[in-house]
């Protein structure tokens, strides 16, 4: 990509991105060093960034949002730990770096995981005692945490999971495939940008354009994924292509076809840009990052 902005928000999350992992007694030591591991892989660190960017867009101080951008890279980053686990999705390489569990064990990827997710809400929880003066920053960030909270759980990311899972090697409709995905993978992204959009002070009608705006991007954002491991190269994306019809897997382009995928990627990504054209300028960098994710080659 070469959105100036996104790259604004990636480097400020690339440099707190360990900050708020807790102190461990150093006879547990092995379980940081695996979630330290994942988390220091790389990545687009693309739902933190939206997070900051969503904050910033509604008037918020984006230093103030930095431990629930984190929160939700630290959510991200576990589900990954999980998804490569043999149970799940059985990957070797993740980001380009052998996945945790080919690294420390099946059991200490498992701890990692839990590790990570409990630490996303052990940082928010933090932050949210300082502000118990203030009824209205207070509330804000409660309600930021509560975005992040459901779109990680059984309403959201969890429930996609399980539903991907269940519908390896069968022939899915198109309403369980948008099912699985919108919750697969775009619900954290909407909890992100919902997040951040609370920690801005976001009204009402900002809140319902970002979240239009988010479900249209992440549902894109996973169809251009689907469509990647048909066509993407290993080198390029830091993992192995292919894997989705190996297992068996529910995607866009192997129900519909690469051709019909692309058409709906190209409308999804249509679809985000305009809700947000009531904003003009002011909405660039949200525009240009859903047209930079529709063409990535990673």
Do not use: W
């Amino acid at each position: 990509m070469d959105n100036i902005d996104f790259y604004k928000y990636k480097d400020i999350v690339e440099l707190h991105i360990l900050d708020f992992l807790p102190e461990v007694d150093h006879k547990s030591i092995t379980v940081y060093e695996a979630m330290k591991y994942s988390l220091s892989a790389g990545g687009k660190r693309l739902r933190p960034s939206l997070l900051l960017a969503s904050c910033e867009f509604a008037g918020g101080d984006i230093n103030n949002a930095i431990p629930y951008a984190c929160a939700a890279e630290y959510i991200h980053t576990y589900s990954l730990i999980h998804d490569d686990l043999p149970a799940m999705d059985n990957d070797d390489i993740r980001r380009g770096l052998p996945t945790n569990h080919k690294v420390y064990g099946e059991a200490t990827a498992i701890l990692a995981g839990d590790g990570l997710l409990t630490s996303a809400f052990e940082a928010m929880n933090k932050d949210m005692l300082l502000y118990f003066d203030s009824d209205i920053q207070l509330k804000r960030r409660v309600k930021a945490s509560y975005e992040l909270a459901k779109g990680a759980g059984c309403r959201g990311m969890v429930a996609g999971q399980i539903a991907d899972i269940e519908a390896e090697n069968k022939q899915c409709s198109k309403e369980m495939l948008d099912y699985i995905n919108i919750n697969k993978t775009a619900a954290l992204i909407v909890a992100s940008i919902r997040a951040g959009a609370h920690l801005g002070g976001a009204n009402e009608k900002m809140l319902r354009d970002l979240t239009g705006y988010a479900e249209f991007l992440g549902l894109a954002f996973q169809i251009k994924d689907d469509i990647l491991d048909v066509t993407g190269v290993e080198t390029d994306m830091g993992k192995k292509s292919g894997g989705d019809k190996s297992k068996n897997k529910s995607t866009y382009p192997g129900c519909y076809g690469l051709d019909a995928s692309r058409n709906r990627l190209k409308e999804l990504t249509e679809n985000a840009i305009t809700v947000l054209e009531p904003y003009y300028d002011e909405a660039e960098f949200f525009t240009k990052l859903a047209n930079e994710l529709s063409v990535r080659i990673k």
